[in-house]
């Protein structure tokens, strides 16, 4: 069964980077895309960006351009999420979905989240 | 960008009840919009995409419809598991951005 799994929450300090991978299994890693998408505490859901597993081609949100960096390992099928300079209003559950097998651009599969907390 | 808003924000409804969701996209986006669940504490759950399909294992009563900028998400007889909050989501061009959220309350 396809499963991503996520890394565990982090505490980060403002100015700080956080890494969050994203472990895929159950499927061919490289044949699917995978997102991050984030949430604000009591907020909606912002998509970050987007990944190739086949090409590592990605396509960020002009927000976070020059802070965030997506990247894949196919050795072991897992994609990463790197911030950078974090801030406060970047605290929020992050997570990793997959293109969907009938439509690219929706999310079939999802990460069970990652908290990242970032407070002095 | 293209900016996806979702009305209502919020709805009391009762057990058995017929629930509309409506969502508008800023600029047609043909049949790609997908329909998400998300339960306090987990991750959305794909509910419908390419605006009228059902994903695989969710329940019939879900339906969904339109194609350009008006899309619908209708549960056809509310469920006790069916309170929760639900976004669209565009699939047109990146970046794919959601919904504001619709949570669906207990009356």
């Known amino acids: 069964q396809v499963q991503l799994v996520q890394s565990g929450a982090e505490v980060k300090k403002p100015g700080a980077s956080v890494k969050v991978s994203c472990k895929a299994s159950?499927?061919?890693?490289?044949?699917?895309?995978i997102s991050w998408v984030r949430q604000a505490p009591g907020q909606g859901l912002e998509w970050m960006g987007w990944?190739?597993?086949?090409?590592?081609?990605?396509n960020y949100a002009q927000k976070l351009q020059g802070r965030v960096t997506m990247t894949t390992d196919t050795s072991t099928s897992t994609a990463y999420m790197e911030l950078r300079s974090l801030r406060s209003d970047d605290t929020a559950v992050y997570y990793c979905a997959r293109d969907g097998a009938m439509v690219k651009g929706t999310f079939d599969y999802w990460g069970q989240g990652t908290l990242v907390t970032v407070s002095s | 960008d293209i900016q996806m808003t979702q009305s209502p924000s919020s709805v009391s409804a009762s057990v058995g009840d017929r629930v509309t969701i409506t969502c508008r996209a800023s600029?047609?986006?043909?049949?790609?919009l997908a329909w998400y669940q998300q339960k306090p504490g987990k991750a959305p759950k794909l509910l419908i995409y390419?605006?009228?399909s059902l994903q695989s294992g969710v329940p019939s009563r879900f339906s969904g419809s339109g194609s350009g900028t008006d899309f619908t998400l209708t549960i056809s007889s509310l469920q006790p598991e069916d309170f929760a909050t639900y976004y669209c989501?565009?699939?047109?061009?990146?970046?794919?951005?959601f919904g504001g959220g619709t949570k669906v309350e207990i009356k």
């Open positions: 600029q047609g986006i043909s049949s790609w």
């Open positions: 390419a605006a009228s």
């Open positions: 159950g499927y061919t890693f490289t044949s699917y895309g």
């Open positions: 990944i190739s597993a086949y090409n590592g081609n990605t």
């Open positions: 989501q565009q699939a047109n061009s990146f970046p794919h951005t």
